[in-house]
């Protein structure tokens, strides 16, 4: 079988490293298809994974729609091209149409009930529909849930075993807490807001009292928050969230990670509220892993607190037991697409 594997964010490559990394090692051929966006570029380069870019990620609404039709003629000269049986993706509108226009297969992996797009247009248009057990939406007979959440995929124990050298290479002092700031220009963040930019001053003044702060940010920062920013490549930010003793932003990808590396984490944005996503309810109630705070004010008090006494050793016991409980998730994954 050959597998094309669309990716739009550094995220969705972690996710399905390892999964292309079985299913090359079962005969299969992969492809990877990229959109310019982020830092997913950086990392495939950085990683050594042959890629195809089939457009480039843009801001506006306007321009995004403008920009379909380029991707579009472009993907379609792919397809031709590469002629793949099943189309892999994170829940791409992409993929699943071009999977409707070949007469092919295709999987998407959503984890986020809101996101209006992927239920009402790409679900419809999919073969299969693999979610977290934990999801609340049901998509009916093309769906099927595995244990645990896809974080899981990159950063299970079976997987991931941080670099400690990575914290001596690039200077970093310890003890210290990771700060993430996202652009909202995604089409799901439409409406949505984190830290503003005086609130974004606070936070960072108000923890570096107590420890090291550095700043991972999808923006340009301030000439005041400009020392502060991580000077780490984008492909070591897992061992630098391994090695933290706080995390504290408005990303969606970034807090569950650190709660999953062991890393007390704070997530604070305007999706937080009684109809969040559901894997970040789950890694609070269930697992004790994860704050999710909708006022920034009170994010900033409850990081200002958390910085002055780490409580790491508490936060890996409770990653530990949380692992202890789920399943191997690249393992559950590959067994739904081949069966596809």
């Known amino acids: 079988m050959k597998y094309i594997f669309?990716?739009?964010?550094?995220?969705?490559?972690y996710q399905f490293k390892y999964v292309m990394q079985i299913l090359k090692s079962r005969g299969h051929e992969i492809s990877v298809l990229a959109r310019d966006k982020d830092v997913?570029?950086?990392?495939?380069?950085?990683?050594?994974?042959?890629?195809?870019?089939?457009?480039?990620?843009?801001?506006?609404?306007?321009?995004?729609?403008?920009?379909?039709?380029?991707?579009?003629?472009?993907?379609i000269a792919i397809v031709k091209e590469q002629r793949p049986d099943v189309f892999v993706s994170k829940a791409s509108w992409y993929g699943s149409a071009m999977a409707k226009i070949f007469h092919k297969k295709s999987v998407i992996f959503p984890d986020s009930e809101v996101v209006k797009v992927t239920n009402r247009y790409v679900v419809p248009m999919c073969t299969k529909v693999v979610t977290p057990d934990s999801f609340r939406l049901?998509?009916?007979?093309?769906?099927?849930?595995?244990?645990?959440?896809?974080?899981?995929?990159?950063l299970s124990p079976h997987v991931f075993q941080a670099d400690e050298a990575v914290i001596e290479k690039y200077g970093l002092k310890r003890p210290y807490a990771v700060v993430r700031f996202v652009g909202w220009f995604a089409n799901h963040d439409v409406g949505k807001s984190g830290f503003n930019q005086r609130e974004k001053e606070e936070l960072v003044q108000a923890i570096s009292k107590n420890m090291n702060v550095y700043i991972s940010s999808e923006n340009d920062l301030p000439d005041e928050l400009e020392p502060y920013r991580l000077p780490t490549p984008a492909s070591v930010i897992?061992?630098?969230?391994?090695?933290a003793d706080l995390y504290i932003g408005d990303s969606q990808t970034m807090a569950s990670e650190a709660a999953l590396l062991g890393t007390p984490a704070i997530r604070s944005n305007s999706f937080v509220g009684p109809n969040d996503m559901s894997n970040f309810i789950m890694l609070q109630e269930k697992y004790g892993l994860l704050y999710n705070v909708a006022e920034p004010a009170e994010a900033i008090s409850l990081a200002t607190d958390m910085s002055k006494n780490s409580r790491k050793v508490e936060w890996m016991e409770k990653r530990?037991?949380?692992y202890a409980q789920v399943g191997d998730c690249n393992a559950q994954i590959v067994e739904l697409i081949e069966k596809i």
Not at 6 to 13: D, V
Not at 43 to 72: D, I, N
Not at 238 to 243: G, P, Y
């Open 6 to 13: 669309e990716l739009n964010h550094p995220k969705h490559y």
């Open 40 to 75: 997913l570029l950086n990392v495939l380069q950085e990683e050594h994974v042959g890629y195809t870019v089939f457009g480039k990620h843009r801001k506006t609404m306007l321009s995004k729609v403008l920009g379909t039709f380029g991707l579009m003629f472009k993907y």
């Open 138 to 154: 049901d998509y009916g007979s093309k769906h099927y849930r595995i244990k645990g959440i896809f974080e899981d995929c990159y």
């Open 238 to 243: 897992h061992d630098v969230l391994s090695f």
């Open 320 to 322: 530990d037991k949380y």
